[in-house]
C-alpha cells in the first residue's frame, strides 16, 4: 500500500501510466473504436489525402484509408512488436548476466566481453545492419532488436548480480550448501528485480523508437501494413500540403514513449528511493 500511495503522488508517473493505458486500450479495441476498420488495407483513389474532417478526424493517406483507423490498429503492431522484441531480449541478457556475474570464470568474461563488443557498437546502426541484411518484415524487426537489447539487460544484471553476491544472505546460503543455481533462482534475482523491471519498463519506449527508425527507413513492416514509422516515411512526398498525414503518426510514437519513460521513472522511484527524483 505503501508503494501504491507514493505512486499516486507522482504526478509524472501518473500522467505515463494514463499514456499507456489509452494506447492498451486502443490497441484492445481497434476493432471497435476505428471509424472504417475494414477498409485500413484497401485502397480508395477518390478519396486520398483529404484533410481532418468530422468524417475522418485525422484525414486520409495516399491509399484513401483514414488516418485514426489505421493509427487504432497500428497501435497493436506497435504493442505487440515492443512486447515480443523486449520480452525476448529478457530471456537472452538476463540469464547471461546471472551467469556472467555469479561465476568468477573465463566463461562469465567471454559473456561479459561479447556484451560489450555489441554496446561497442551504436544499437540503432547495429539494428539497421541486421534488418537490412534479413529483410524487411516484422519478425526481421523483432529479431533485430532482440539481438542488438539484450546485452543491455545482461550489462544491468551483471552489475547488480556482481554486487548481490557479497551480501550475508547469500553467503549464508552457500554455507548451508544451496546449489549455485538455487542461489541464484531464489536469493538473487529476486532481490534484483526492481532494476530489471523499471529497465524493461523504460526499453520498451526505446523499442518503439528504434521499431519506427526502422519502419520510417523501410527496414520494418511491408506496405499496406499501418505501422507508425512506415506512416510517416509515406508522408514524405506529399509534404507540406498533407501534413495531417505525417502529424498523427509522429505524435502517437512521441506518446507512446513519453508514456512509458515517465512511467518507468516513477517505477524507479518506488522500487529504488536511492533514485528518487523531486516532484
Avoid: C
Avoid at 547471461?96 to 544499437?123: C, H, K, T
Avoid at 532481490?191 to 519506427?212: C, D, E, H, K, Q
Amino acid at each position: 500500500m505503501d508503494l501504491l500511495k507514493r505512486f499516486s503522488k507522482d504526478k509524472a508517473a501518473l500522467i505515463g501510466l494514463s499514456l499507456l493505458s489509452l494506447l492498451m486500450l486502443a490497441a484492445l479495441f481497434a476493432p471497435l473504436l476505428a471509424p472504417f476498420p475494414n477498409d485500413v488495407f484497401d485502397f480508395h483513389i477518390g478519396n486520398r489525402l483529404q484533410p481532418p474532417s468530422a468524417t475522418s478526424l485525422f484525414g486520409t493517406d495516399r491509399m484513401g484509408s483514414d488516418i485514426f483507423s489505421r493509427m487504432l490498429f497500428g497501435a497493436r503492431i506497435t504493442l505487440m512488436l515492443a512486447g515480443i522484441a523486449v520480452g525476448s531480449a529478457l530471456v537472452i541478457g538476463v540469464p547471461i548476466g546471472l551467469v556472467a556475474g555469479y561465476y568468477q570464470n573465463w566463461v562469465s568474461d567471454a559473456l561479459m566481453r561479447i556484451a560489450e563488443i555489441f554496446l561497442a557498437v551504436p544499437q540503432i546502426v547495429l539494428a539497421i545492419a541486421i534488418a537490412q541484411t534479413l529483410g524487411p518484415s516484422i519478425e526481421n524487426v523483432i529479431l533485430a532488436l532482440s539481438l542488438t537489447y539484450w546485452p543491455f539487460w545482461a550489462r544491468l544484471v551483471y552489475a547488480e548480480t556482481r554486487s548481490m553476491r557479497n551480501e550475508v544472505f547469500v553467503e549464508s546460503a552457500v554455507a548451508l550448501g544451496a546449489s549455485p543455481w538455487r542461489v541464484i533462482v531464489l536469493h538473487i534475482l529476486p532481490n534484483i528485480a526492481s532494476p530489471i523491471i523499471v529497465r524493461t519498463s523504460i526499453g520498451m519506449g526505446a523499442t518503439i523508437l528504434t521499431a519506427a527508425t526502422l519502419g520510417f527507413l523501410g527496414l520494418g513492416a511491408p506496405p499496406p501494413t499501418p505501422e507508425w514509422g512506415r506512416m510517416i516515411a509515406e508522408s514524405r512526398e506529399f509534404l507540406p500540403e498533407a501534413w495531417w498525414y505525417a502529424l498523427a503518426p509522429g505524435i502517437a510514437i512521441f506518446l507512446t514513449v513519453l508514456g512509458f519513460n515517465l512511467f518507468g521513472d516513477g517505477l524507479r522511484d518506488i522500487l529504488d528511493p536511492r533514485t528518487r527524483r523531486s516532484v
